[in-house]
């Protein structure tokens, strides 16, 4: 490990602190070709998917995870949802001045580990600090690379009426994890993070229902905004039951507390999916069947009235979920 | 208007109590509630004890919640 | 399966109940913001008979703060070395020229808490700071603000000080009632406030007006069984105050919230954003307690109460003469991202509850 005590801009000038930053902490996880490139040709395929996302959160490390451990799950998981099998990655940080160094390796050797677990290698990196100040610590952008096996066509503009809506697991832990371990409300409990990668997840349950319509990950803004995105897409209205969500208690009672509402928290380690309702109860037994699935649920269905979610309550009532607007914000009154 | 939550009082130490919100743990002042004891339910309010709860209905209610996870459980049990 | 033991009726029962019991159009108010959330999230408009109207009242203390308040806060966390804290809802209010959240983008120090104890914590961990506690609320939260207060004296805390715009709800039920604006046949009163004043208060509204009032609680049971209370008095024609959320509701309240509300503060007449003074519908600080004044002690002085931004209609959505969809602002140029007027901007807001989980109906 590197045995320098805090980042310094130096580190992101290009000389020899950075050198020493690359060779004797990123190589020591990500390894390296040996060869220092500005970029990395890979092997072809025909179908091959992008995505990039950049990860900035506080406090870097929170219960079930780290924001290294995040930038792998966030990236691999918008591949698989696509359907795709995830390949390569980048990674970009923008560390700030003061930075400890021991927080960083920690950072790295989580990221590392992540990508090895999901199947992902890290290929390409870049490194820039910035000023005191300037930047929350450390934020990273991630890009990744996977390929699309011929037949998989997934599209959020393709469900139908009719269709089921699937759930990989329970709603809102990753959101008020984070929440909790970030602010001074002094609220503990059972609150970890959901962030997994799930490739393989994805992978049981396309072997099971090729023909799966769509899968999405609902991170930021939670369960019903992207369900809102997947309505809008495909021009359908989708009815959820309330008493189907698979809320853990310890995060609905938190939700509670704060006066927030766990739809709309967002989950790092779940997937949406839409499948014919043929296929509902295979795709459910696939999930189930698969650990990081244990907590599958169906959780509603889609209807014939244009872009709109309404959920049906335990009272017997019906709401519509309409798109927030920003952060829910911690309430009292 | 207000927000107020339920929750069972688990410890108390010099008017601070350890107040459990249906697995989720928050210490609570009980300067508005000074004769509230260990295992009574209380309303809490912006990090205050306000009232003590009949414990038959709050019972009902927990009892309410557990039917609940049971039947979330056993459906993926299923 | 074994059918549990059913106390009381279900959700369906009361539903069922309630249409058997209703013969003539109805107008029930309800003056408590969690109770609109909750009305409109279990979806319970949908579903009730149509002769059965809710109007919601004036019942989210941010939304009733006056802008001038917004002013006062924004006017202090411009001063060197003073941070403001206040709950959740109050960043995005608009005051006359911004918001404490947008004074927070431009790096002015706003800190959001749970419990205004948190920012006594604060201000004992940063003596170089002074921490402005916004000071909001009905009933509920005063007794917090006051135990608080009690607290920074006892702890002797130099640098903690509140902007007070504390709210009283049976005053202003009842300026609602004389002002006869709108038809109201009986009050849901609310559960959390009653926690602390207990049912007492509300014997006027009962005995003078001859208005019904059910105090109640906010699970969906709750809801139904205070309307079909209300109902039932209505349709008997008798006017008097019950208590349906007995299990957090004695007839007394709380006395030692009381008494701490009424060691620090004295009841005012206050201003109630878009609908106005009402007498003795305030709560300030006490002398005794003058010295927390932030606005004293730093010299700000409070605005007349400006008047609604153009076509606003906050003011007769507040006193239930209007509905939020029948303003022709709502969602049409007034949105929880950009709103025109307080009732969009709190969660607990009649047009965002609206907004957000439909009228139901």
């Known amino acids: 490990m590197l045995h320098d005590e805090t980042i310094l801009l130096d580190h992101g000038e290009g000389g020899a602190a950075t050198a020493r930053l690359v060779e004797q902490l990123f190589f020591q996880h990500f390894g390296s070709s040996g060869v220092p490139e500005d970029a990395t040709i890979l092997p072809g395929a025909e179908r091959i998917a992008i995505t990039t996302d950049s990860f900035v959160v506080r406090p870097v490390e929170f219960p079930g995870g780290d924001i290294g451990k995040l930038s792998v799950c966030g990236t691999v998981n918008d591949l698989v949802v696509m359907g795709a099998i995830p390949q390569y990655l980048t990674a970009g940080f923008l560390l700030e001045e003061g930075l400890e160094i021991a927080l960083l390796d920690r950072i790295v050797a989580s990221m590392s580990k992540t990508a090895q677990a999901a199947g992902v290698r890290i290929v390409a990196g870049d490194t820039k600090v910035v000023g005191k100040g300037d930047a929350d610590r450390i934020f990273i952008n991630t890009t990744g690379i996977g390929f699309v096996p011929e037949q998989r066509l997934l599209s959020s503009a393709s469900c139908q009426p009719g269709d089921v809506i699937l759930i990989s697991g329970s709603i809102g832990e990753h959101g008020i994890a984070v929440m909790v371990a970030r602010e001074s409300f002094g609220i503990s409990g059972d609150l970890v993070s959901d962030c997994q990668p799930l490739h393989d997840l994805a992978e049981a349950l396309l072997d099971a229902v090729p023909t799966v319509r769509c899968m999405r990950d609902p991170t930021r803004g939670g369960v019903a905004t992207t369900l809102l995105e997947i309505a809008t897409a495909s021009k359908v209205g989708m009815e959820l039951r309330e008493e189907y969500l698979p809320i853990r208690r310890p995060v609905q009672s938190a939700c509670d507390l704060l006066g927030l509402d766990p739809l709309y928290v967002a989950c790092e380690g779940r997937f949406l999916a839409v499948v014919p309702p043929e296929a509902a109860e295979r795709a459910l037994q696939a999930l189930r069947n698969h650990p990081k699935g244990a907590g599958a649920q169906i959780i509603g269905e889609v209807v014939d009235f244009p872009k709109k979610l309404l959920l049906k309550t335990r009272a017997g009532g019906k709401r519509p979920l309409i798109a927030l607007e920003g952060a829910q914000l911690p309430r009292i009154c | 208007m207000c927000l107020a939550v339920p929750g069972i009082i688990r410890s108390i130490t010099d008017g601070l109590a350890k107040v459990d919100f249906g697995g989720v743990e928050r210490e609570i002042a009980l300067d508005l509630l000074p004769e509230a004891k260990v295992g009574e339910y209380i309303l809490a309010h912006a990090g205050f004890a306000l009232q003590t709860l009949d414990v038959e209905e709050a019972e009902e209610l927990l009892a309410l919640f557990r039917e609940i996870e049971e039947a979330i459980d056993a459906e993926q049990r299923s | ?361």
């Open chain 3, 1 to 361: 399966m074994n059918e549990p033991q059913k106390s009381s009726p279900s959700v369906d029962e009361w539903y069922k109940k309630i249409d058997e019991l209703v013969t003539r159009p109805i107008q029930l108010m309800e003056v408590c913001g969690t109770h609109t959330v909750a009305i409109s999230r279990f979806g319970l408009r949908s579903r009730l008979p149509k002769q059965l109207k809710l109007l919601s009242g004036p019942g989210c203390p941010v939304c009733v703060t006056p802008t001038s308040v917004i002013d006062a806060l924004i006017a202090l966390c411009r001063l060197p070395n003073i941070t403001i804290a206040t709950f959740g809802d109050m960043l995005r209010v608009p005051g006359s020229v911004s918001s404490l959240q947008e004074e927070r983008a431009t790096g002015k120090q706003i800190l959001v808490t749970y419990s205004p104890l948190e920012a006594l914590d604060f201000a004992k961990a940063h003596p170089e700071h002074i921490v402005v506690f916004a000071g909001v609320g009905f009933e509920t939260t005063l007794p917090v603000l006051a135990a608080t207060i009690i607290r920074a004296r006892e702890q002797q805390l130099a640098n903690f000080f509140v902007v007070m715009s504390g709210r009283l709800a049976p005053p202003a039920m009842m300026t609602l009632l004389e002002s006869n604006d709108v038809r109201i046949d009986g009050f849901i009163c609310p559960g959390h406030v009653s926690s602390v004043i207990g049912s007492k208060p509300y014997e006027p509204i009962a005995s003078k007006y001859r208005v019904p009032c059910v105090i109640t609680g906010f699970e969906a049971k709750d809801i139904l069984e205070g309307v079909y209370l209300l109902v039932e008095q209505i349709e008997q024609q008798r006017a008097s105050v019950e208590i349906q959320y007995k299990r957090a509701v004695p007839e007394a309240g709380n006395p030692q919230a009381l008494a701490a509300m009424e060691r620090v503060f004295r009841v005012c007449d206050a201003a109630w954003r878009g609908i106005g003074l009402m007498p003795n519908s305030g709560m300030e600080l006490n002398d005794e307690f003058s010295a927390f004044d932030a606005l004293k002690r730093f010299g700000i002085t409070l605005p007349e109460a400006n008047a609604m931004p153009t076509g606003c209609q906050c003011g007769e959505v507040m006193r239930g003469i209007k509905t939020p969809p029948e303003c022709p602002l709502f969602g049409n140029g007034c949105t929880p991202a950009r709103p025109v007027g307080p009732c969009m901007v709190s969660t607990e807001g009649s047009c965002a509850a609206y907004y957000r989980y439909g009228s139901g109906e």
